[in-house]
């Protein structure tokens, strides 16, 4: 056993890839992994990866061949590489490429396939899944219909033949879009370097295999940025779909404010409003919004409306299942999905993938922090104890409502009375998932609520005058869970949440994570040993994995 | 087989068996084969001088050891020392290369002419004859042993000798010296044929040269046959200059096949505590043929696919080794690890830990350390298969030969020449590797077998990763006791270059149960983790293990040891059975049953064991003065008092205070002046009234001073009995009447008491 202590990597025989971060040459070996590996976990100190098919084949994709991955492995390594994992790399990137998928010389419906040798195809031909949607072109060839190309694709990776796309893109209609010089406020606009890597990652200068894929960012990351300068690459009309009205609005600023478009060629589809533009930003929502449940989706004709080049899918962890269907006819057009958390509670991370594209780019949340691009985040866990023989009433409580009665315990009112006493100069977001609870903590401190009931204008008014620090203190429902900015947030006390729902707990962390001086806060209050503790152990799970510091505090403190 | 790519692996002081004769002969403390080359010879170890017969069974095999050179601090069971211990390379490892000419010492010289002494003049004549001298015209006996031994200790003459014989005679000589320097004649000239081709008679010339030149003697003149034998005095000598006949051929070729290669090969210590860890996790039930079930097997074999393929005999040398050493023992239908047996054995030095794995090889291959030294000669290259067949051959003629010759049997066994070997059984654990190349077969050593021979001293691991999200990474290379007692605290949830555990609270749970305490197990994460320990792991870890534990009561027999005599003490191995646990430098406990035992060991040692065992409390009687005394000493707490503070408290107390007669507040002072209490007291009066009150089952009126808020009470209550609190003081344990509970009042802030008539009420 050949053993190198002082390199960074440690390769594991399952195919897992082990980083310690305080590596002098970790920022390197990041990169250099990055390209065929996937972020799967970044505690402090220590990262995993794992390498898989699918990302041995974006790497093939990408250019990258066999001999730097080996050599790159066996240079870095604490140990000898596992000859498995040697194999792997070598048989995985060898199969790329077997099986071309090409734009049919005569028939636009229809796409060829194109094997290396008859025995590729005779082992295609074999493929259950795969061999339904085969249609027989002349005597020689194979193809699929235009409309399968997704679904054919995505079978085809499930048994292990990966496709090389060089069918390309439908074109969408031009349109003159750059990014700006100057923003609004005067300030010149800059697009970091990770944004700009993101976009050419995804992009590819324009081959086939790119302009398609899911780019992961930390919330405060400017994934937004990294769209605009995907959307001045590709220059065709645009389509973008976000959470909710206010971040409809917010992409529609962001937008006027850092490309050369005017307002006639932005437009929003909600809804409120309905402009259909040359960049349109429409709501998950309204696309699959029906009057009944045996009605059609009324929207979804959005997707055919304009000859769309570019379809920009914001948080897409949150595609609804509509919205699958849609995107799996439209794997001719250029999509760009983007997240902070590729994790959905319903396991179909996998689905999205497959149908927006695969990861393109991954970085941790450590490594902007160490730059300064987004804030230094501390999350705590304040535990707080019953009162007033409110224990004796969750004892006795049906399995079903606990959870509720924790989170609603009124000793966290104590507690939250502490903490904004401390934070009492800071900006602070009260979070919580329970209206009476949020309506009473917006009575006892006379701060403004913001819930799902609150009408849109008046959202952006309350958004508004909280970020120019008019109202210090903010109370939301979990209607403010993803893609509102609020840069000066700086506490963010959840006094609630959702049983321990992973990716809320990134989101919510996320809207103090736009850099500041002082770094960020984020407490959640948890009633002590209940089933609430209990489901904030997952959660803490799942923020020291992202790499968060996370702290575990009683309340009485 | 085609010598095409064939290199042959030097002799030096890398070489094969000899190593380990050199390593004996060192830790037995006798002085002869310093300097002496190396070479794949194991056998001729029986031909040991008187000065090794004591430390040695016949085959060269040490029975006993105890002046162990390596001072190092005993680590008993409680496994203290979780760092790897660090190899001691040179108590071992030879240094000796072709190059040293080594001069002999004067003992050594004495310990030859001796020996020459004792032969027959005309076999010293010979040798002296053919190093180049010329008896006839010495005369005296002596005179020519004595020159003999000169020449011999100048190297240069038998280097001279040597070069000057046919290479045949080397040949014959060195394959004689392979044997163990003894064979049997009729059969010894078969195996040269077998080996070197020709005709048994003209083998029976070469070594009749080889006699004429004194290096070959006869076993006697017997009618049944005789053995050759090498002068015991001469092997060292020859084995430094006869290298090149002695060495193993190597190969290399890039296409050799590695038959059955796994994709990792650690340290047996490491995959034994892995495996023991597993173990302990997830016992595994045995049928009635102790096999382990079938379906436990296999995810056993899944969840060790890096280190063995399944049905290997790489699992079945791990397991016979943790059974045959009671690291893991059967209990009801399960298996169950012995967690200290398994602590005490990874804290064993790596030599110890060593001898006991070639104890476990040599039961599935005889010989099996002799091989892999013979291997390892070969510095990672291939060895032929053929040769080292050969060679292993004549180990196991030799072996044979030497036995008969010591029971005076003189025919030729015959028979076993042309007997097949295999090195299956270590391929197949695992230690060796098989290559193939065309129809040839080679070996070498594993990275398991060369981590077996040649520990590292260091992998550069001296701590794992623990993370804020309650995994541990420990890698390989990591000290196997750490990654044992990491598998108590936490699930092991893989095996690779870098095991992974998870601290969950269930584990957690278990290791408390194990005998892990709160503070303890903090400290093992916070030392050994790279990273330290994340806060909300800490915290965590306190909620789940809670308070209990902090104290806890033992039973045992303790063994101190005097501050000057703790290094000597600690480092004395002979000892180490006998500790059970160690405290702290200096305090050990020791196993009761087993003190005759250690008293003989200690004063072997040097060491003056008391003769009584000290007892604490060391009588009953004492225990029972000691017991008064404290009650006496609680007493006199209770009444003493600052004499000045009670004047001014019996002056100024706000009880005693009244208005005057006739005063306009005196009708006021009247209304709100409380019930009278009971008559005050002195504290030995107080004391005289509770005890009055406790034997005569008696209530209580008393006044309690409360210095929480300074406040008196008049209270009643039903006394029980006279107690200590926590600082010593003395306190009423008694019935609140009005309270309804039971209460303790300190005796000291009583101010005033007095008896009921009758019994109050109690609790009942």
Redesign the interface.
């Known amino acids: 056993?050949?053993?190198r202590?002082?390199n960074p990597l440690?390769?594991?025989?399952?195919g897992?890839v082990?980083l310690e971060t305080k590596h002098p040459q970790y920022e390197g070996v990041r990169d250099f992994l990055s390209r065929f590996a996937e972020l799967e976990?970044s505690?402090?100190?220590?990262h995993t990866y794992r390498i898989h098919p699918l990302t041995l084949w974006n790497a093939a994709s990408s250019g990258m061949t066999k001999a730097e991955i080996v050599d790159g492995l066996r240079e870095w390594s604490?140990?000898d590489v596992?000859?498995?994992v040697l194999a792997q790399v070598s048989e995985t990137i060898e199969r790329y490429g077997l099986v071309k998928l090409l734009q049919h010389p005569d028939d636009r419906k229809l796409l060829r396939l194109e094997f290396t040798t008859a025995y590729v195809a005779k082992l295609i031909g074999q493929v259950k899944t795969v061999k339904e949607l085969l249609v027989e072109d002349g005597k020689r060839y194979l193809a699929i219909q235009g409309g399968h190309r997704g679904i054919f694709k995505q079978r085809m990776l499930a048994a292990g033949w990966p496709v090389e796309d060089l069918a390309g893109f439908i074109e969408g209609d031009p349109l003159d879009i750059q990014t700006a010089e100057v923003m609004k406020n005067g300030k010149p606009f800059l697009i970091r370097d990770y944004q700009r890597t993101s976009a050419d990652r995804w992009f590819q200068d324009g081959r086939p295999a790119g302009g398609n894929g899911v780019i992961v960012l930390p919330c405060g990351a400017g994934k937004t940025i990294v769209a605009i300068a995907a959307m001045a690459k590709v220059k065709q009309k645009t389509l973008i779909l976000a959470t909710n009205g206010a971040a409809v609005n917010q992409w529609v600023r962001e937008i006027l404010d850092k490309t050369n478009l005017t307002e006639g060629q932005v437009g929003a589809y909600t809804g409120d409003t309905k402009n259909i533009r040359d960049v349109t930003v429409a709501t998950y929502q309204i696309l699959t919004w029906r009057q009944s449940k045996e009605a059609q989706f009324a929207h979804l004709h959005l997707f055919e409306d304009q000859n769309w080049g570019l379809i920009v899918y914001d948080e897409v962890h949150l595609l609804p299942a509509p919205v699958f269907g849609a995107t799996a006819e439209l794997q001719g057009r250029r999509r760009l999905g983007l997240t902070a958390t590729l994790v959905r509670e319903d396991g179909r991370e996998g689905d999205v993938f497959s149908l927006v594209g695969p990861k393109r780019f991954d970085m941790a949340w450590q490594s902007l922090e160490e730059q300064g691009f987004i804030a230094e985040a501390k999350c705590y866990?304040v535990r707080v104890g019953w009162k007033n023989g409110a224990a004796l009433a969750y004892e006795k409580a049906r399995e079903g409502e606990k959870f509720r009665l924790a989170a609603v315990n009124p000793a966290k009112l104590e507690v939250l009375d502490t903490l904004l006493k401390r934070h009492q100069a800071d900006n602070v977001l009260v979070i919580g998932t329970y209206l009476d609870q949020l309506h009473e903590i917006a009575r006892r401190y006379k701060a403004p609520l913001i819930t799902g009931e609150t009408p849109g204008p008046q959202r952006d008014v309350l958004f508004g005058k909280f970020r120019k620090g008019e109202i210090k203190l903010l109370i939301v429902s979990k209607v403010a869970n993803f893609s509102i900015d609020l840069p000066d947030a700086n506490v963010a006390v959840q006094v609630s949440g959702s049983f321990g729902s992973r990716q809320e707990e990134a989101q919510r962390l996320g809207r103090v994570l736009r850099p500041k001086k002082d770094g960020a806060h984020f407490y959640s209050l948890i009633t002590r040993e209940t089933k609430e503790q209990e489901f904030a152990?997952k959660r803490?799970?799942f923020l020291?994995?992202q790499g968060y510091?996370?702290?575990?505090?009683e309340g009485s403190n | 087989m085609s010598n095409e790519g064939q290199d042959t692996a030097p002799v030096d002081g890398e070489g094969g068996g000899r190593r380990r004769r050199r390593r004996r002969r060192r830790r037995g403390g006798g002085g002869g084969g310093e300097g002496a080359s190396a070479d794949v010879l194991a056998p001729q170890e029986n031909e040991g001088g008187e000065g090794e017969a004591g430390a040695r069974g016949r085959r060269g095999r040490r029975v006993f050891r105890d002046d162990f050179e390596a001072p190092g601090a005993g680590v008993p069971s409680s496994g203290k020392m979780v760092v790897k211990p660090r190899v001691h390379r040179k108590k071992w490892k030879p240094t000796a290369g072709l190059a040293r000419r080594r001069r002999m010492s004067r003992g050594e010289i004495d310990e030859l002419a001796t020996y020459f002494m004792k032969m027959p003049e005309p076999l010293v004549h010979a040798l002296y004859r053919a190093l180049g001298g010329q008896p006839v015209r010495v005369g005296e006996h002596e005179r020519v042993v004595q020159l003999t031994v000169r020449a011999l200790a100048q190297g240069s003459r038998l280097s001279g000798l040597l070069y000057q014989m046919q290479p045949r005679d080397r040949q014959a000589l060195a394959a004689l010296i392979q044997c163990g320097g003894l064979a049997h004649a009729d059969d010894f000239h078969r195996e040269l044929v077998l080996m070197l081709g020709g005709r048994e008679h003209d083998w029976v010339r070469t070594m009749q040269v080889l006699a004429d030149r004194g290096l070959v003697c006869g076993s006697g003149p017997v009618e049944e046959g005789f053995y050759y034998l090498v002068p015991e005095p001469l092997i060292d000598p020859l084995l430094e200059h006869l290298g090149p006949e002695l060495e193993l051929p190597t190969f290399q070729h890039e296409e050799i096949r590695v038959v059955d290669?796994r994709?990792?090969?650690?340290?047996l210590d490491f995959s034994l505590a892995t495996l023991a860890t597993y173990m302990d996790q997830h016992p595994p039930k045995l049928t009635q043929r102790q096999e382990v079930f079938k379906a436990q097997k296999e995810d056993l074999d899944k969840f060790f696919?890096?280190l063995w393929a399944p049905e290997s005999e790489v699992f079945n040398l791990h397991y016979d080794f943790l059974m045959m050493h009671g690291m893991i023992e059967l209990r009801g239908d399960r298996v169950s690890v012995n967690r200290e047996v398994v602590e005490e054995w990874l804290t064993l030095e790596p030599e110890d830990q060593r001898d006991l794995v070639f104890r476990a090889l040599e039961k599935r291959q005889g010989m099996a350390e002799w091989v892999l030294w013979a291997v390892h000669s070969a510095k990672g290259e291939w060895v032929p298969e053929a040769p080292l067949m050969a060679i292993y051959r004549r180990w196991k003629r030799g072996e044979d030969w030497r036995e008969r010759f010591h029971k005076r049997l003189y025919t030729s066994p015959r028979g076993a020449d042309r007997e097949g070997y295999s090195f299956s059984a270590l391929t197949n654990c695992g230690v060796l590797e098989l290559g193939v190349w065309g129809q040839q077969k080679f070996y070498r050593l594993s990275?398991?077998g060369l981590?077996l021979l040649d520990p590292?001293d260091d992998?550069?691991?001296a701590k794992f990763?623990l993370?804020?999200?309650?995994?541990i990474?420990a890698?390989?290379?990591l000290a196997p006791v750490l990654l044992f007692r990491l598998g108590e605290i936490s699930e092991l949830m893989?095996c690779?270059?870098?095991n992974t555990y998870k601290i969950t609270e269930i584990s957690i749970e278990q290791a408390l149960k194990k005998g892990w305490r709160r503070e303890e197990l903090l400290e093992f994460l916070r030392e050994y983790s790279?990273?330290g320990l994340?806060?909300?792991v800490e915290?965590?870890l306190r909620s789940w293990m809670g308070g209990d534990g902090d104290v806890e009561f033992h039973e045992i027999t303790a063994l101190t040891v005097h501050r000057a005599h703790i290094k000597r003490f600690e480092s004395l191995r002979a000892l180490r059975p006998f500790i059970v646990h160690r405290f702290a430098p200096g305090v050990y406990a020791v196993d009761r049953k087993r003190l005759p035992e250690i008293t003989i060991v200690l004063m072997e040692a040097g060491f003056n064991p008391g003769k009584e065992i000290r007892k604490y409390p060391a009588d009953d009687e004492a225990a029972q003065s000691r017991e008064r005394l404290h009650h006496l000493l609680a007493e006199a707490r209770e009444i003493r008092e600052d004499p000045v503070a009670r004047a001014q408290r019996a002056d100024t107390l706000p009880a005693d205070l009244h208005a005057i007669p006739g005063s306009s507040v005196e009708m006021q002072e009247k209304k709100k002046r409380p019930p009278k209490g009971p008559p005050r007291a002195n504290p030995q009066e107080v004391r005289a009234i509770l005890e009055k009150a406790i034997k005569g089952n008696l209530g209580l009126h008393m006044t309690y001073h409360s210095l929480k808020d300074d406040s008196r009470k008049a209270v009643l209550v039903v006394p029980e009995r006279i107690a200590l609190n926590r600082e010593g003081a003395a306190v009423l344990v008694a019935f609140d009447v009005e309270a309804g509970m039971r209460l303790s009042y300190s005796v000291a802030q009583i101010e005033r008491a007095q008896t009921t008539d009758g019994r109050a009420g109690g609790p009942g």
Do not use: S, W
């Open positions: 056993m050949h053993v202590p002082d440690i390769v594991q025989g399952d897992k082990l976990t505690p402090e100190h220590l604490k140990f596992p000859p498995d866990e152990m803490q799970l020291t994995e510091r996370y702290y575990i505090q | 290669q994709p990792f090969c650690p340290p696919a890096q990275p398991r981590a590292p992998e550069g691991f990763y993370t804020p999200n309650y995994e990474i890698p390989a290379g893989g690779d270059r870098a790279q990273i994340p806060q909300n915290t965590t």
